[in-house]
């Protein structure tokens, strides 16, 4: 009897993992990268740089997201804001970092990896460059260019 209920517990465990393996497949081939680049930092204090990484904007179904990489840092600071912006990130300056820019989040976490969902209406498509920026001060954290 124990054999019985062993070999029905390995068939159902089987099972399972081929259930979840093939949504775990479909989920992977409806993501699509857009774009992705390393950020380039707009200062360094006390030794750490603004903000370095990679991130990729990916497609995830109908959505949009950023995914910031493992290996996504910024320094600490209040109201640092992630932007896309329509104009190249060699233009972007603290002072001019809004303009015509659209606002995708605040930043909660300064490091690691996490995604961030792009507002449904936004297609990063019409944008030059990512931003990174704290709004309170005008202040520049970094930037990439999404081409």
């Known amino acids: 009897m124990k054999k019985v209920i062993f070999s029905l517990n390995a068939v ?15 989920d992977v081939k409806n993501v699509e990268k ?3 680049g390393e950020l380039t930092p707009a200062f360094s204090s006390w030794g750490k740089k603004s903000v370095v990484g990679s991130w ?14 493992e290996d996504f840092s910024a320094k600490d600071g209040p ?3 992630v932007f896309l912006s329509p ?10 970092a809004t303009e015509g820019s659209v606002l ?8 690691g990896q996490y995604r ?3 507002p449904k209406n936004v297609n990063p498509d019409d944008f030059q460059s990512l931003v ?5 001060y005008s202040k520049l954290w970094g930037t990439s260019s999404l081409r």
């Not at 995830?60 to 910031?68: H, K, P, R």
């Not at 104009?87 to 001019?96: R, W």
């Not at 990174?132 to 309170?136: D, N, S, V």
């Open 56 to 69: 990729e904007i990916i497609k995830d179904q109908e959505q949009y997201f950023i995914v910031l990489g």
């Open 116 to 118: 961030i969902a792009v």
């Open 87 to 96: 104009m190249s990130a060699n233009e972007v300056t603290g002072n001019n």
């Open 12 to 26: 159902a465990f089987l099972v399972v993992s081929l259930l979840s393996f093939s949504v775990l497949a479909q």
């Open 34 to 36: 857009v774009a992705s």
């Open 104 to 111: 995708i989040t605040e930043i909660t976490r300064f490091k």
């Open 132 to 136: 990174f920026h704290c709004e309170a």
């Open 79 to 81: 109201d640092v804001k």
